[in-house]
């Protein structure tokens, strides 16, 4: 059985780093390479939105709020994916989630999320 079992969070100040982790438990190598992976956050009140994502082959994309701050990083050995956020603000406050998704196999998994709250 697959599970996405995210890490990191907390209570960070304003202008502090911090760093998620995404564990892939029971997934093999192949599903894992095969998949696009991506952290999400998700602010109160507000949608579920995309912040940055590392496709299968490696391209990377970050959403325009978190571009030179935050970075996405995998490690194929492990199974496991990061995301280090630095000069952290208060909107970044969030429940943030990793989303494996692989078309090869037809598999899309989600963690359960990690909160980040970014204090003022």
């Known amino acids: 059985q697959v599970q996405l079992v995210e890490s990191g969070g907390g209570v960070v100040p304003a202008g502090g780093s911090q760093r998620l982790s995404c564990a892939a438990s029971?997934?093999?190598?192949?599903?894992?390479?095969?998949?696009?992976k991506a952290w999400y956050a998700q602010a109160p009140g507000k949608q579920r939105e995309l912040v940055a994502q590392i496709s299968s082959d490696g391209i990377i994309h970050y959403a325009d709020s978190v571009k030179g701050r935050f970075a996405i990083s995998k490690d194929n050995t492990r199974r496991r994916l990061y995301l280090q956020m630095n000069s952290l603000k208060p909107e970044d406050t969030a429940v943030y989630y990793c989303?494996?998704?692989?078309?090869?196999?037809?598999?899309?998994?989600w963690g359960q999320g990690t909160q980040v709250a970014v204090s003022s």
């Open positions: 029971g997934m093999i190598l192949s599903v894992f390479t095969s998949s696009d």
């Open positions: 989303n494996f998704a692989s078309r090869s196999y037809r598999t899309d998994y």
